[in-house]
């Protein structure tokens, strides 16, 4: 079992950042794929990012390419996004999530969810 906590959602300004963080408990943690996702109101759930088990991989979606960064540190069981540049359409909840054979875009191929945190940037 994996469990995921996310923090460091808040309200920032147009071109500000944030930097948020993922705690997962488990044994296994470095043996999963950690990606992260948004959903604004109305909006259906997408993805943002993506790491490799080992770290060696990332993908992003073009969006957020050249402006977020996500990392993980396995030896803390964590993983994080670092939001730079901010813009009000980024907007939503963010979720990380986790699979053992996930290195995807799509939602429905991640096993374990977060609760989500907030982030609102304002104009």
């Known amino acids: 079992q994996v469990q995921l906590v996310e923090s460091g959602g808040g309200l920032v300004q147009a071109g500000g950042f944030l930097r948020l963080s993922c705690a997962a408990s488990?044994?296994?943690?470095?043996?999963?794929?950690m990606g992260w996702f948004r959903q604004a109101p109305g909006k259906e759930r997408e993805f943002v990012a993506v790491?490799?088990?080992?770290?060696?991989?990332?993908y992003y979606a073009d969006s957020v390419k050249g402006r977020f960064t996500i990392s993980r540190d396995n030896a803390k069981n964590s993983v994080s996004l670092q939001m730079n540049s901010l813009k009000p359409e980024d907007t939503a909840v963010y979720y990380c999530?986790?699979?053992?054979?996930?290195?995807?875009?799509?939602?429905?191929?991640?096993?374990?969810w977060g609760q989500g945190t907030q982030v609102t940037v304002s104009s």
């Open positions: 488990g044994r296994t943690f470095s043996s999963y794929d």
């Open positions: 790491i490799s088990w080992s770290g060696s991989r990332t």
């Open positions: 999530a986790a699979d053992l054979s996930g290195y995807s875009t799509k939602a429905d191929d991640y096993s374990y």
